[in-house]
């Protein structure tokens, strides 16, 4: 059974930090990308940053570059998104997924991706 499971989320103040790990099963991980995606209420699910399975060229959403920073440990199936100078406007569930195939670049639009996890809520206060 494929299993990707999101964890880390929680409550912090503006200028805080958080890292999100997402935990795979039931697939080789060493060959998919992971990437990290977020939704708020009332707005449409976005890319937040991606991973390819080579661990080489990452991606991210123009406004968490320099805060966000994605890593991925195969020997143990995580990927991490460490998150820093969080702002209230990064609220929002946060979800991981894997992509089949994304072996040297990885992307931010989620119709490339194979499996998804469930979300872990991340709520920064002002």
């Known amino acids: 059974e494929v299993q990707l499971q999101a964890s880390g989320g929680g409550l912090v103040q503006a200028g805080g930090s958080l890292r999100l790990s997402c935990a795979a099963s039931?697939?080789?991980?060493?060959?998919?990308?992971i990437g990290w995606f977020r939704q708020a209420p009332g707005k449409e699910r976005e890319g937040v940053s991606c991973?390819?399975?080579?661990?080489?060229?990452?991606s991210y959403l123009d406004s968490v570059k320099g805060r966000f920073t994605i890593s991925r440990d195969n020997a143990k199936n995580t990927v991490y998104l460490q998150m820093n100078s969080l702002k209230p406007e990064d609220t929002a569930v946060y979800y991981c997924?894997?992509?089949?195939?994304?072996?040297?670049?990885?992307?931010?639009?989620?119709?490339?991706?194979?499996?998804w996890g469930q979300g872990t809520q991340v709520t920064v206060s002002s």
């Open positions: 991973i390819p399975a080579s661990g080489g060229s990452t």
């Open positions: 039931g697939f080789t991980f060493d060959d998919y990308a």
């Open positions: 997924a894997a992509d089949w195939g994304g072996w040297a670049t990885c992307v931010l639009e989620s119709p490339g991706y194979d499996y």
